[in-house]
């Protein structure tokens, strides 16, 4: 079960499926229904299903690049069989598109965009310098996908796409410059392997300063000048600006930094 578990990428999966039930909570009360109402449960679920669908495949896809330079995960440490692998992919399929028929049409098919792109990555792109189109796609449609499946008016996060997606950008190349060396070793090609190690880092940490400075302004130029907001918004914004120390210190300061802008979000707009 662990190893399942693992195949998934727990971190990120948590963190993406946490954010978007917080989105949809907010949404929900916005509109004067409770904050977990069935709509906000059912896109939550399907989120959770697309991110089983693309942590599973990716392991399934990368399995022989990790079988070279990372052991220890599932596949070839020999703890979950290929075939395991593509079941669990097809049961997070399955359980978005369960999902997301009761939310209508336009829900399901942005949400089946939105993997199709992240399998896209999987399959063909995650070795070439198009590396980060999947991330800027499916990031920036994951806030459209739930204020669909919601019933929310898109205007309610007109913007958020426009920041969602250089972040989830930002978070590729903080990641891939995690992996750098072993990228290098098996001949990848994506785009922080295009760009260089100093390069691909110091555009992930501009980037993801430049999302977190730029929804701080939004919020004080609108008059949002909550207090708690506004702290929320510096923690966030600290926790990326520490990860100047390197790469790993980034991955995990842009993880925190998308909750507490998550949460300063919410309170602009509570």
Partial sequence: MLALARLVHP???????????????????????????????????????????????????DQGRDALVQRTKPIPAGQVGPRGALALAVGGLALQVATSIPLGAAALLIGLAASASATAYNLWLSRSAASFLPYLVS?????????????????????????????????????????????????????AQRLGRRTAFGLAWGMAMAVGIGV???????????????????IGLAAVAQGLVG????????????????????????
């Fill in 11 to 61: 971190a990120p999966a948590v963190a993406v499926v946490s954010l978007a039930a917080a989105l949809g909570a907010i949404l929900s009360t916005q509109l004067g229904e409770p904050a977990f109402s069935t709509p906000v449960v059912l896109v939550t679920l399907s989120v959770l299903g697309s991110q089983i669908l693309t942590g599973a495949l990716n392991d399934w896809a």
């Fill in 216 to 234: 701080g302004t939004a919020f004080v130029v609108g008059g949002s000048t909550h207090v708690v907001g506004l702290a929320l918004g510096a």
């Fill in 139 to 191: 990031f920036a449609l994951l806030p459209i996908w739930i204020a669909t499946g919601v019933g929310a008016p898109l205007e309610r996060i007109a913007a958020a796409p426009l920041l969602v997606g250089p972040f989830a950008v930002a978070g590729h190349l903080a990641n891939t410059v995690r992996d750098f060396d072993a990228d290098a070793h098996i001949g990848s090609g994506n785009l």
């Fill in 247 to 270: 790469p790993e210190r980034l991955w995990a300061g842009m993880l925190v930094a998308a909750v507490c802008w998550t949460a300063a979000w919410a309170v602009a707009t509570g």
